[in-house]
């Protein structure tokens, strides 16, 4: 059974930070490319970063470069998000997803709020 579970999310000051984890099980996740998408609450969920499956090639929507950082341990099945100089619009909640030829799998999400 695919599994994919998020943590790491909370309440944060603007400029702060937080690393968001998502562990996983039932797949093989050193072939998978993995991703972090974010919804606000009323919006469509969108794209924050991808990492491939060597973790040598990464992607960033221009909104979070220079701030986010995805990285991946495959010894350990687990996809992180680093989240510096948190902004109010970073308010969300994200979600971790697996992608293999065509399947794919999400977590249940993990709520970031940044607030004063």
């Known amino acids: 059974q695919v599994r994919l579970v998020e943590s790491g999310g909370g309440v944060v000051q603007p400029g702060g930070s937080l690393r968001l984890s998502c562990e996983t099980s039932?797949?093989?996740?050193?072939?998978?490319?993995m991703s972090w998408y974010r919804q606000e609450a009323g919006k469509e969920r969108e794209l924050v970063a991808n990492?491939?499956?060597?973790?040598?090639?990464?992607f960033y929507v221009d909104s979070v470069k220079g701030r986010f950082t995805i990285s991946r341990d495959n010894a350990k099945n687990t996809l992180y998000l680093e989240m510096n100089e948190l902004k109010f619009e970073d308010t969300a909640v994200y979600y971790c997803n697996a992608n293999y030829r065509g399947f794919n799998s999400w977590g249940q999400g993990t709520q970031v709020t940044v607030s004063s």
């Open positions: 990492i491939g499956a060597t973790g040598e090639n990464t």
């Open positions: 039932g797949i093989t996740f050193s072939t998978y490319l």
